[in-house]
């Protein structure tokens, strides 16, 4: 393979990288790290070389699929008809090659009617009606599969319960957005406000997060409204001939339309109700941030079809983002919960897209270095597709003289430990995980979490009084804690604050690989840490060793061996660990003489399905006693699957990678030949 072949492959894999992360940030965790904008940018690059090069473009690809998976914490229900996204148009000039690709895939010369809507800036739901009663209500998750969210929706008061007419199929399902008006966004974020809670970045997170409350309650209290734009699976129903049809059949069933809706015939129409919409857009009680065109007759959609992940038959056009000026009076950094330092402008005080912008988030070293921002510069400022706010570019003709370059600091703000950057990575981090106290929240929640110190009854909201009271400012205070401090905790009584105490105590006596792991050091995972048990034997071992020794262990590269290192040389880290085994967190030696044969040694496993003689978590134990990795997705590199009940597509793929396939009986009685 060529260097430039390479560098391509490099540079899809970071895409996808980042595309992935950014579409859980945004779709499960709604908490946007990038804008609209610059996520559409990431995407349209991957897109462009996918379709240039297409034996790069593979199944995981997010070119291949919509927004991210499903939450765990709600039933999945599967769409019966994928739930697709939309292709975007940026200029006039794009959505004029769209409509050129139709005519010419349709052989039609004259021009084509299409429907007009505004875009909606919230979440997609699919409502299934069977005999006409709303009976299930899903996301759009990943586009195949999606969150049921039945409760919730039944709360939004613009989705009947039962349509309205009797003429009406028997089985159908409707799809549309789930939004949140800007009065009942206003209003949230006023009560978070009073609350001195976080306040959501914008309608659309709003939404999203309030649809995904477990408790139905919280939704009926946040005001979602709805408005209905198309249908997926229909039985036994003959529906109108086009889209404007459909429109008339929902408003007949009760199902709400949006009213900005309109039918055009010809490009220059177009164009103006997309300009009509925009000039409406700041009078408009909900958020918008484009126009979706549709080709309105049914029978031409059908003739033009999809592609992997959009239909052909539509597209979204994006408004401008808003942008205005600004000038820069400071520039500091901010340490995250994982200990990311991100340098942020601070700027006097400018009204764009709707909000008054003072901080803007420069991201990264990289990032502040590419745009050359310092202290003093006239900064254009926008907030790309209407969410984060961002510095497009420095007016350097305002730039005032004796400005200065920008430099990250060398230690952290907060604890003042050593920051650290991996060579050929963006970001620049804090390495005082267990002291830092910008960290400290994330840090206790994942050392007493349950594949770490599995410490019973100590929560987050728990954990998070903690630390803001000041009782818990490291891990090792944890061992500590009284039983009036944890009393006098909201929502602790005296009984669960016992049961906690008890917990604490018997999470004392704990494994090598559980104290690695719980330790929280970057990128060391339940299996890393075992590898590095199983290794070195002892934790002195690990905490003396160099990068060189480090990297001969199972799964360890040269960047973990770096965060290792690293995490090892702080002395804040070690003052905690030497404090935590003088309250007595304790393990069980190993004689390395008596370790058992490793006959499964750098063998890769990957577990599927439900077992029914151990848990998945006891086999994985057992494998990797006798020296398996245990990975979480099958690949080339995979020697054998464990498939048990239900397997899912783990099975399909290993299936045609002609990896070994181990049912439960197969596996235990591997287990039991090796161990017997």
């Not at 799809?175 to 978070?192: C, I, T």
């Not at 129903?237 to 459909?246: K, S």
């Not at 990957?606 to 077992?611: R, Y």
């Amino acid at each position: 393979m060529t260097n430039s072949a390479l560098k391509l492959q490099k540079r899809v894999s970071q895409l996808r990288l980042e595309i992935d992360q950014h579409n859980q940030n945004y779709y499960q965790l709604d908490t946007p790290a990038i804008s609209d904008f610059d996520y559409d940018t990431l995407m349209r690059e991957l897109q462009s070389i996918e379709a240039e090069f297409p034996e790069l473009i593979t199944d995981e690809s997010p070119t291949q699929r919509v927004g991210s998976a499903p939450l765990s914490t709600f039933q999945e229900v599967t769409h019966d008809l994928p739930m697709l996204s939309l292709d975007n148009a940026f200029s006039d000039e794009e959505f004029v090659a769209f409509d050129k690709r139709v005519r010419e895939r349709l052989a039609v010369k004259g021009d084509i009617e299409y429907i007009v809507e505004p875009k909606l800036d919230g979440l997609a739901i699919s409502l299934l009606y069977v005999k006409g009663k709303l009976v299930r209500a899903a996301t759009r998750g990943d586009g195949k599969t999606g969150e049921n969210v039945t409760e919730n929706v039944k709360t939004i008061g613009a989705i009947p319960l039962q349509l309205s007419a009797d003429d009406i199929p028997e089985r159908i399902e409707i799809r549309g957005e789930v939004f949140m008006p800007m009065n009942s966004f206003d209003k949230l974020n006023r009560q978070a406000r009073q609350a001195d809670e976080k306040e959501f970045a914008n309608p659309r997170n709003a939404a999203a997060g309030s649809l995904r409350q477990l408790d139905s309650k919280v939704t009926a209290g946040r005001q979602l409204a709805f408005y209905t734009y198309g249908v997926g699976l229909v039985e036994a129903y003959q529906l109108p001939d086009d889209q404007q049809g459909l429109f008339g059949l929902f408003k007949k069933w009760g199902l709400p339309v949006n009213d900005q809706i309109v039918t055009v015939g010809h490009l220059e129409s177009c164009h103006t109700a997309f300009i009509n919409l925009l000039e409406r857009r700041p009078n408009l009680p909900y958020e918008i941030d484009g126009v979706v065109y549709k080709v309105n007759n049914f029978y031409l959609q059908k003739t033009l079809g999809f592609v992997s992940r959009a239909p052909r038959w539509a597209i979204a056009r994006k408004f401008p983002a808003q942008e205005k000026t600004s000038l820069v009076t400071a520039i500091d950094v901010q340490v995250g919960r994982t200990g990311a330092i991100t340098p942020v402008a601070r700027l006097s005080p400018v009204f764009v897209g709707g909000v008054t912008v003072t901080n803007v988030t420069l991201h990264n070293e990289g990032e502040i270095k590419r745009k050359d921002v310092r202290v003093g510069d006239t900064v254009i400022v926008r907030r790309a597709g209407d969410v984060i706010p961002e510095i497009v570019s420095v007016v350097l003709a305002k730039r005032p003289e004796n400005t200065k370059l920008f430099n990250m600091p060398t230690h952290c703000p907060v604890c003042h430990s050593v920051l650290e950057k991996i060579e050929g990575g963006a970001i620049v981090r804090c390495s005082g995980g267990l002291y830092c106290a910008a960290q400290i929240k994330g840090a206790i929640k994942h050392f007493a979490s349950r594949k770490a110190m599995d410490i019973d009854g100590l929560g987050d909201k728990i954990i998070e009084q903690l630390v803001d009271v000041g009782i818990v400012k490291t891990p090792a205070d944890l061992y500590k804690l009284t039983l009036n401090q944890l009393s006098g905790l909201e929502r602790m009584a005296e009984k669960s604050a016992s049961n906690t105490l008890e917990a604490l105590q018997k999470s004392l006596l704990t494994s090598l690989p559980r104290f690695l792991y719980a330790l929280g050091i970057r990128e060391v995972g339940e299996v890393t840490a075992a590898n590095l048990a199983n290794h070195f034997i002892t934790l002195e071992a690990i905490q003396s060793a160099t990068e060189d020794e480090l990297v001969q262990v199972s799964d360890v590269g040269l960047i973990v061996a770096q965060h290792i290192v690293s995490f090892f040389t702080q002395q804040h880290n070690l003052a905690v660990i030497q404090e935590l085994k003088d309250l007595g967190v304790n393990w069980p030696e190993v004689d390395a003489s008596e370790q058992g044969e490793q006959f499964l040694a750098d063998k890769i496993f990957v577990l599927t399905g439900g077992l029914v003689s151990m848990s998945r978590e006891q086999a994985k134990e057992k494998l990797k006693k006798l020296g398996a990795r245990i990975t979480t997705s099958v690949s080339k590199k995979t020697d054998y699957l464990v498939a048990g009940n239900d397997p899912g597509s783990k099975l399909d793929k290993a299936l045609s990678l002609n990896i070994k396939i181990l049912n439960e009986q197969e596996l235990v009685v591997l287990l039991d030949h090796i161990e017997g």
